[in-house]
């Protein structure tokens, strides 16, 4: 069985665990073993995008060394799979590790690039009986050419309705700590996007980047929409077994 | 904090917080998507076209001196001047001493955002010498006493009530809101400007160094009247406006036309290249070109920078900002707003002053997704933000703060310990209900977004348990 490292992004790991959680089962469920590397931490693209080159240059050869070793690495996250593949090289030039560095981001893929392009795979053996309208996150749009890879997988989701989020591929403001600098104009982002999402009709937005999700979802419900987010893996986890398995959890929960 | 910087802060939290301007804009930028699509979509190839400028203008710019020089010549074997400025105050005083020594009282500009750069008009009218905007969102933004909200689209964030009420004030004996007949009103009142000055200022699209001459481009026609009716014809250009070849235009303008308006040519492109010549018929009586430094020949030698000096001021980047469409054109507080400005600003005029430009962006990459010359704008930014921290003051709260999250990122366990101490922290928040407040240490987010759900337990805890899930 092949095997994947899982490079979990430091948000994830520490304020939403389910995303690297969903992203294992779909993983596992196409056949794949993974391993995660204890010792990693953070890719260092916030001190990176704020200037603080030489605070993340020590941050980012920690990660190089931490995943010399691995064959292949999937993240639930275009951003920081763009901080790797795209800005080590330059961070890291003119040390010894950026040749390193390029090697090791030809092997990091975001996750719904790795289940296209890599494992070949667009049915997961997923269901999830909902209108779900696709954000596209920039760094995964702009920066790695990703679009069509989610919606590929959306399509082959038993009972999923796809549908066209207006200005799918404007920024929704979220940006790092951009939206804690500027919070006035990244919330105001944030509202033209929910704008969007519920003029779309979907029940759902989701996207390549858990992060865009957090904001919007914080803006959508504070807005008290209808509307919510939902990461690609946390779709694409739900198969009908596990529906009936939660239903069933749920039933028995109301009993007691 | 710099002044720019908190004036920045105000004015774009309070156009953030305006939906009608929000609305406003984002209905002219959807009229400029259809048509700049359309006018992509012409091209053969656009990514070649794109390609094509692109080392055009990395040609001019990487060969600056020896295309100004060959400019200057040609321009003067045709009998024009050229006066070389090293910053605002040397290209003001040449035009306000020029003026000043030819007797002018009135002067119509054709549209120059160098001028705004170096403050012109407030110069000229200090000497008690009346200055016309002739292109007519220029025009307008004047009458208002307000400063271009765009550089292509100076007045895009003025309907058509706005502009009918502001005629109605200012132009005697208008009174309507019919686009055509407004148009008229101006034409009316422009064209005896355009007879009566003595000293007409246009700027420069491109400085053609091999024919020696200005290339123009408008949509009124405004800048034909500028440079052929009055007797002496100013031209004012960054020295980085500087093209190589006469042949190099052929791209050039459509590209710039597309990208900026989506049009396949401007309606009105025009060469000019010196004084009326002995055989000529009309033309003005002298012809100066002032080409401006003002910081640029310092980007110039800033290898890593220079080709933010290929910008063609089309707006393409500014009309695919996100931020802009946000905060809008005056909230900058600059000549050059939106992406362009964002990088170039700090450059021209300081990264202590305004770094903060480079700071207020997601980094979306929009811009640099449809600049026509292959600007890597959000790129710059970053190159900004890292020089601000290098070699300017950013708050030592940052600095601490990143100092502080450097310790905790080089050690798995430090990392888990930082993560529980801040879920902890969250769950204190939340329980006394300070989420939000100014005790509240996530107060930027909190105010704007729901209470988001804490976990028990990070991945790495659950992995650890579990080794991953069920």
Redesign the interface.
Known sequence: MAKVSLFIPCFVDQLIPEVGLDMVRVLRRIGYETEFPEEQTCCGQPAFNTGYWNDARPVAERFIQIFRKAEIVVCPSGSCTTMVRSFYPELLAGTPLREEAILVGQRVFEFSEFLVKVANVTDVGASFPHRVAVHDSCHGLRELHLKQESRELLRHVRGLELVELPYSEECCGFGGTFAAKFAAISAAMGDTKAGNAEASGAEYVTATDPSCLLHIDGILRRRESKVRTIYLAGILAQTDASAERKARSAASEGQR | MSQASQEF?RS??EK??DITH?QLIRRAIDSYNVASERGRSRFFDWEAARLKCQEIKWEAVNNLDRYLLEFEQRVKERGGHVFWAENSEEARRYITDLAVSRGVHKVVKSKSMVSEEIHLGAALEKLGIKVVETDLGEYIVQLREETPYHIVTPAMHLNRTQIAALFKQKLGGVDTDDPQQLVAAARRSLRLDFFSAEMGISGANFLVADAGMIALTTNEGNARLCTSVPRIHVVLSGIEKVIPRLQDLATLWPVLATAGTGQPITCYSTLAGGPRQPNETDGPEEFHVVLVDNGRSELLANVEEREVLHCIRCGACINAC??F???GGHSYGTTYMGPIGSVLTPRLRGLKEFQHLS????????C??VCPVKIDLHHHL?H???????ESD?PWS?RFG??M??W?????GR?AMM?WL??LGMRVMRALRLEGTALDPAR??N??????P??E????A???KRN??N
């Open positions: 802060l774009a939290a953030s917080a929000r996100p931020i469409r946000t905060v700071y207020a962006s997601s980094l979306c990459g929009a640099t997704e970053l900004n933000r890292r020089d601000a921290v290098n950013r940052e990143f100092a999250w450097r905790s990122v080089e050690d798995a990392f993560g801040a879920r930027p987010w105010r704007n977004h729901a209470a988001p804490i976990p337990k990070s991945f790495r659950l992995w650890g991953g899930t």
